[in-house]
């Protein structure tokens, strides 16, 4: 929106729709250095939602020697998990009148030093490392002084800090609801990792079933994906003594398992009963929803964003906990599913 048929909206603009100085606007949209009253703070960004207003990002820097961005780096946005990240660190930099600029590496080497270097020549403030990549190197790349951290990480590299799920509790809950289920042969279907990560995932799986006394099937690893999922499936059921209830290690997991399922005329949960982990929004539209550990990606992309900002905490770990969306595909609330 603008103020005008061709004029842009300007600070001026802002500052007469919030009744206050442009002074006070600057310092609201540059996160200072003189402190606003919160009831001043929230009618200024009320105002800038209103009338649309964008600080141009060449003059911010021509002054505060900021740009304002965020360099994003991810794997790729084809997979819901890593997009609803996008969009939860997107949400959190706007609060701070900050905006992303994505780079995906599709877990190439070349491709991951053209993206990083390209981000650090664009003047990006900070970074943020959503994915893992192939060269180590590339986390430390460009200015030392650039704040980075590490998202949908459970350690730091160096000293730059990790901010991830607690997967293994993520993956306790799963088991154990299953195990609460009635359910005694219990399958995991789970992408493979790098030899020096710890797969939380599998671990807590066959933790609760060694506490429980129950059999230990063999894992099936495959890949990180839908056909990753339906192949695990396949194996699974396959043999001479199949599971009653799966496992998956991600919800892109879980689909292609429901699809092996659906293929073999077996009904989900009656047969054999799934929850997954991620809590992706598609979850809640499979057929059936499907029950899943949620990851909190709005509040780690909140926190990941604000320790950019913040004082420098390096070296640090912070674990985030998971909570269960309890659904249809476990055996929970069948009776309100519906076509509709």
């Not at 911010?60 to 900021?66: E, I, N």
């Not at 704040?147 to 993520?170: C, H, N, Q």
Request: hydrophobic fraction near 40%; charge should be negative.
């Amino acid at each position: 929106m603008t103020s005008g048929e061709s004029r842009p909206t300007t600070r001026a603009d802002v500052a007469r729709r919030a009744g206050v100085s442009t002074a006070v606007v600057s310092y609201v949209v540059n996160d200072g250095p003189r402190p606003v009253a919160s009831q001043t703070r929230r009618r200024v960004l009320e105002a800038i939602r209103e009338l649309g207003y964008h600080p141009n990002p060449s003059a911010r820097a021509l002054k505060t020697g900021s740009t304002g961005l965020i360099g994003v780096v991810v794997p790729e946005i084809l997979n819901a998990y890593f997009s609803e990240f996008v969009d939860a660190i997107d949400v959190a930099a706007r609060r701070r009148a900050s905006s992303i600029l994505l780079s995906i590496t599709h877990e190439d080497a070349g491709t991951e030093k053209e993206v990083v270097a390209s981000l650090v020549n664009r003047g990006v403030d900070s970074l943020i490392f959503n994915c893992r990549l192939v060269n180590t190197e590339l986390y430390q790349a460009g200015d030392p002084r650039i704040p980075r951290v590490l998202l949908d990480r459970s350690t730091p590299v160096g000293e730059i800090p990790a901010f991830g799920a607690d997967l293994a509790m993520g993956a306790r809950l799963a088991t154990e609801h299953l195990v609460g289920h009635g359910h005694t042969r219990i399958g995991y279907v789970g992408g493979p990792l790098p030899d020096d990560r710890a797969d939380f995932r599998r671990d807590a799986w066959q933790t609760v079933l060694e506490e429980r006394e129950l059999p230990l099937l063999s894992p099936a690893i495959t890949a990180w994906d839908r056909n990753g999922g339906h192949q695990g499936a396949q194996e699974l059921l396959d043999r001479p003594e199949p599971p009653t209830a799966i496992f998956a290690a991600s919800d892109q997991i879980a689909i292609g398992v429901m699809h092996a399922l659906h293929q073999r005329r077996l009904r989900i949960p009656d047969d054999v009963a799934v929850v997954s982990l991620d809590g992706t929004a598609e979850t809640a539209y499979s057929w059936p929803s499907l029950t899943t550990v949620r990851q909190p990606f709005e509040v780690m992309a909140e926190a990941a964003i604000a320790a950019l900002t913040g004082p420098p905490e390096p070296g640090t770990r912070t674990l985030f906990p998971m909570t269960l969306q309890v659904r249809a595909s476990c055996g929970c609330h069948q009776d309100q599913e519906s076509l509709e």
